[in-house]
């Protein structure tokens, strides 16, 4: 089932929501997925979400808890999990709660997110960035990251860098709900 078909209009921030069966039929090469994962790590990535954007207006930001960068038309992705950053399917994602969000980025951006996502290829997940970043958010955003070794929210965004998109934090410093509050995804 196609959850989505025809592609929104150009500069209005788009995105859908995927449920368990749903899949989109035309993705595109950078762009990207918010994923809810339900067991306990994603439980503790959306609580510290959630620590970082207290505001109720904040909280439908809060729901996802990893991302991943679209690099093909077929559905490939680059995303980083324990192994760290490898190459996935879209469809490998047909059974879990997500968003697709669709980016308004020319060709040439598209191109430099992917190049940059596939030069991380094999990096290793970076567990000290993370539990650094949960620290830090813990302590109201005191601790400096630094900026080595990935994260899903880390690669996506610096990937997004590439093709030109700005962010108000680090991509070190982000989590799912600040990528899901820059391109305006509400749950």
Known sequence: ???????????????????????ISHPRPGD??????????????????RMRHRAPADRPYTYWSHAALVISHAGLMVEVNARG???????????????????????????AAVQFAKSCLRQKYSLRNFLLLAASIALGDRI??????????SLVARALQEAGICFERKPTDMTTADLAKRFGVAA
């Open 1 to 23: 089932m196609s959850a989505l078909d025809p592609l929104p209009a150009t500069g209005v921030p788009a995105y859908v929501h995927c449920g368990p069966g749903e899949s």
């Open 32 to 49: 990207i997925i918010l994923v809810r994962h339900k067991g306990w790590l994603g439980l503790l990535i959306r609580s510290f979400g």
């Open 85 to 111: 950053v490898v190459i996935s399917q879209l469809r490998s994602y047909r059974d879990r709660d997500y968003h697709y969000v669709w980016l308004d980025l020319p060709d040439a951006g598209r191109k």
């Open 144 to 153: 400096p990251i630094p900026d080595n070794g990935h994260g899903c929210v």
